[in-house]
């Protein structure tokens, strides 16, 4: 089956999911912010912290926190469904030709450089702060679609196509910089393994293995073990291992369209039975209409449309449970006011503001890009500050980016403060730009 653009309704219904996880997630941190800040503070930090799980083999020792292996583990399943979402949309989505690809790629690197360079700016005499410069880069696109969303009809699905585009781009950015800028020691030979490994799963890509459980299991066990002690960061295995997953399905249209025709006459013609159950040829008949659907999927899409609910529903609010729970203690001031803190504002809400907007004129101006079809610039403005909402991606950074605990709750208070005013601003400026019921 040829590689086709992604429908609108398939785009429509990866919205509404995530829209639905945007509020999962606000009332995830409302929880972890409480918890952590009322009387059971001590239980918050050693349910997390404290308490250990895991297995040692040999001189392979997997011991580690709950909040280790949420962040190492389900956060590895997290960027493996990310990696999914790239291929995806490389191969049939919006980044699957120039013309498509050229504005929300290019939004997303002035999205990333500014708030960076902003970062470092702030933080420029206080280098022990510079390390956060990767903080801001991030968007959470959870948050940000589920904010759009609340429009309703009053937004252009053109503009939500181009927020995730832009994320999606985003998210590749930070796997990118979680790679190179923070990894401290590498074993090389835990590397070697983990290549051959990978090796091993593009190959099988190749010799037309469409088994999701090799897959799992190779990928698990060779390329995220060796991954998890090469001491580059776990989640990074996720990614490439996605990148290995068959995108091809195994007949093409017309071979589906003709066997299911022939199918579905053959079940028609079969007498019914005297009671609810189905005769033995129809049971068949279904199972081999099973199989047909089987060889008319790819892999990717069959494992990112189960992933999406899990990672919506479970993984990102338990992530933002554990992560979330800043506990404030002392003046709420004097941490907003910290190098860090004011680095990560500026990068967030003004960085990525001004990063988008200014990138995004830049390549329409010089005709490479063109808008999208019913978006003004009003609206890319107010979506430019909508991807100031960095949180998931942003606290998963400024956990690897300082090793001061300290550091680490200061940095999530400057996320939490600048993508609660990015979203107040960015929702005005679209409540401003997008028409009124009735006159789309």
Not at 45 to 52: A, I, M, Q, R
Not at 351 to 373: H, M, Y
Not at 410 to 438: D, E, F, N, W, Y
Request: aromatic letters at 12%; glycine letters at 8%; a positive charge.
């Amino acid at each position: 089956m040829k590689n086709k653009p992604i429908s609108h309704f398939a785009i429509t219904r990866f919205i509404n999911e995530q829209t639905i996880g945007g509020v999962i997630l606000i009332i995830t941190t409302i929880v972890a912010l409480y918890w952590s800040n009322s009387s059971f503070h001590e239980s918050y930090h050693n349910l997390w912290h404290n308490f250990k799980v895991g297995f040692v083999w040999g001189k392979i020792d997997m011991v580690g926190s709950l909040h280790h292996w949420i962040n190492d583990g389900l956060m590895a399943i997290f960027f493996f469904t990310v990696g999914l979402e790239i291929k995806r949309e490389i191969m049939g989505g919006e980044l699957n030709s120039v013309k498509k690809a050229t504005l929300p790629i290019f939004a997303a690197i002035g999205g990333m450089i500014v708030p960076a360079i902003l970062y470092a700016v702030v933080s420029i005499n206080n280098p022990e702060y510079i390390n956060g410069w990767g903080i801001p880069m991030a968007t959470d696109i959870a948050f940000a679609l589920g904010l759009m969303a609340m429009f309703g009809k009053r937004v252009n699905i053109n503009l939500k196509i181009f927020l995730t585009a832009l994320a999606i781009a985003d998210d590749l950015g930070a796997v990118l910089v979680i790679a190179f800028f923070y990894t401290e020691t590498i074993v090389y030979t835990e590397l070697i393994t983990a290549s051959i490994f990978m090796s091993v799963l593009i190959a099988a890509n190749f010799a037309g293995v469409r088994r999701t459980l090799f897959y799992a299991i190779v990928g698990f066990s060779g390329v995220w073990v060796a991954f998890m002690l090469s001491g580059v960061h776990a989640t990074i295995a996720g990614v490439l291992i996605a990148f290995t997953i068959p995108a091809r399905t195994k007949i093409d249209e017309d071979i589906f369209m003709t066997k299911l025709s022939s199918y579905i006459t053959s079940f028609k013609k079969e007498p019914p039975t005297e009671n609810n159950l189905l005769s033995n040829k129809q049971v068949d008949i279904l199972s081999d209409i099973e199989k047909l659907n089987d060889m008319a999927h790819t892999p990717l899409q069959k494992l990112e449309h189960a992933l999406h609910p899990i990672i919506t529903f479970f993984i990102l609010p338990v992530f933002a449970l554990c992560n979330a729970g800043v506990h404030i203690d002392g003046s709420i001031f004097n941490m907003l006011n910290h190098p860090v803190s004011i680095g990560i504002i500026v990068g967030l809400l003004f960085g990525k503001f001004i990063g988008i907007s200014v990138f995004s004129r830049i390549v329409v101006k010089l005709k490479l890009a063109t808008l999208p079809n019913g978006v003004n610039w009003m609206q890319i403005y107010g979506a430019a500050f909508l991807a100031g909402i960095g949180f998931t991606m942003s606290m998963f950074i400024s956990e690897l980016a300082f090793t001061s605990k300290s550091n680490v709750e200061i940095a999530k208070v400057g996320i939490m403060t600048a993508s609660l005013i990015s979203a107040i601003v960015g929702m005005v400026l679209l409540s401003i730009s997008l028409p009124r019921k009735g006159k789309q």
